[in-house]
Each structure stands twice: as structure tokens, then as C-alpha cells.
T-cell receptor, first 115, second 118 residues
Framework: AQKVTQAQTEISVVEKEDVTLDCVYE???????LFWYKQPPSGELVFLIR??????QNEISGRYSWNFQKSTSSFNFTITASQVVDSAVYFC????????????FGQGTELSVKP | GAVVSQHPSRVICKSGTSVKIECRSL??????MFWYRQFPKKSLMLMAT?????????EQGVEKDKFLINHASLTLSTLTVTSAHPEDSSFYIC??????????????FGNGTRLTVT
């Protein structure tokens, strides 16, 4: 069975601090995709990144960076110099190649960035 | 801009009534759409997969007669919550894979529908 675990339920930081959101996944499939989404208080899901299982390169996009390590089945997300606008719930998700787009979500991490 | 449009964004209904939620793909055809449900402070759980021209596939534990899904065209899927009760109050959100990309590209979601049953 597939599973995504985000052990951090809530994180609170002060603006300009760096913060890392953890994501650990479980699957026996060799081809899969990992995602991060941001859900602000308004509720919509904002796509942040997709990474396939064969691409372990880390990625940086502005203040965001992602560290994918298959050896530990982790796909962690770091926000550098956090800002108040980063406050939201962040979801890590897993999709198997043969399941046509179904997403298995983690429990979510609620990030609060205080000024 | 949004590639998946969901309507309404909020709905309040009385217990026992039915509510229909629409999910439209904009500028592309979606043979498949996914419906998720999210309780407050909780994760998103897949309810069903909507297939154009055929029956929806429901996840285990989801009542088919309660949550009616219709995917009558390549751009529209609807979720009807029948005989709604307060415990059906939740956030419902749809997604549609975009053709031309690989099969696991549900990059875009609708903005969601917050249902409150009084």
C-alpha cells in the first residue's frame, strides 16, 4: 500500500527564518511522482513542484528548494527566508505511474510565519 | 490562469436537500476527473474517479448513492451530494489531468467548494 507521512502537523517560525517541511513516502512501485502543494486559507491548492522517481536532482526555485532522497524515501521542502505570505498548509503527495493521476496526500503541515 | 473551474465556491443547504457541484476543464478535454474531500484541519482524500461516458470509480467506503458523479461531456463532471446531512459538510475539490502530459500530471485543481449543511 502507498502512504505519505508528514510528521510535522504545525510549524511556527518568525519571518526570515529558514524552515524545512518533511515528507516521507512508502511505495513498492519503481515509477512514481511526488508533489508539493500549498493550500492558503482560501482553500485552493497551489501546485509547487512535481518530481519523478528517476530524477533525484535537488531543485531550487527562488526561496523554495526540494531535496529528494530515494534511499530514505523522503522529499523534503525548504523555504529560505520565510515570509508571512508563506503561511499556509503544505501537502506532500504521491502518484503512481499506473494510476492515471490519483494523488495520495500526506496529512499536511500547517506553517505559520509570524512577523 | 485557472485551467479547472469549480462552481459554486460556497454553498449552504438544509438537511435533506441535494447539492450539485460542477467541475469544468477549460481549454482542454478531460476524459478523467478526480473528486477529493477534505474535512477541517485534515488531509484530502480521494472519493472517486470520474470517467467520461462511463460509470465513476468510487474509493472504498464512499457511498455511491450518496455521492452521485456524472461525467457527461469531455469538459464537465458533476458531483451531487444527495439528501445532505450535517456530516456531509466538508470541502470538496476536483482535479483533471491535462492531455499531452504524462498520465500522472494532476497539476491543476479547481478552487474547491465549501459545503455547509444546516
Amino acid at each position: 500500500a502507498q502512504k505519505v507521512t508528514q510528521a510535522q502537523t504545525e510549524i511556527s517560525v518568525v519571518e526570515k527564518e529558514d524552515v524545512t517541511l518533511d515528507c516521507v513516502y512508502e511505495t513498492r512501485d519503481t515509477t512514481y511522482y511526488l508533489f508539493w502543494y500549498k493550500q492558503p486559507p482560501s482553500g485552493e491548492l497551489v501546485f509547487l513542484i512535481r518530481r519523478n522517481s528517476f530524477d533525484e536532482q535537488n531543485e531550487i526555485s527562488g526561496r523554495y528548494s526540494w531535496n529528494f532522497q530515494k534511499s530514505t524515501s523522503s522529499f523534503n521542502f525548504t523555504i529560505t527566508a520565510s515570509q508571512v505570505v508563506d503561511s499556509a498548509v503544505y501537502f506532500c503527495a504521491l502518484s503512481l505511474y499506473n494510476q492515471g493521476g490519483k494523488l495520495i496526500f500526506g496529512q499536511g503541515t500547517e506553517l505559520s510565519v509570524k512577523p | 490562469g485557472a485551467v479547472v473551474s469549480q462552481h459554486p465556491s460556497r454553498v449552504i443547504c438544509k438537511s435533506g436537500t441535494s447539492v450539485k457541484i460542477e467541475c469544468r476543464s477549460l481549454d482542454f478535454q478531460a476524459t478523467t476527473m478526480f473528486w477529493y474531500r477534505q474535512f477541517p484541519k485534515k488531509s484530502l482524500m480521494l472519493m472517486a474517479t470520474s470517467n467520461e461516458g462511463s460509470k465513476a470509480t468510487y474509493e472504498q467506503g464512499v457511498e455511491k448513492d450518496k455521492f452521485l458523479i456524472n461525467h457527461a461531456s469531455l469538459t464537465l463532471s458533476t458531483l451531487t451530494v444527495t439528501s445532505a446531512h450535517p456530516e456531509d459538510s466538508s470541502f470538496y475539490i476536483c482535479s483533471a489531468p491535462i492531455p499531452g502530459q504524462d498520465r500522472t500530471s494532476p497539476l491543476h485543481f479547481g478552487n474547491g467548494t465549501r459545503l455547509t449543511v444546516t
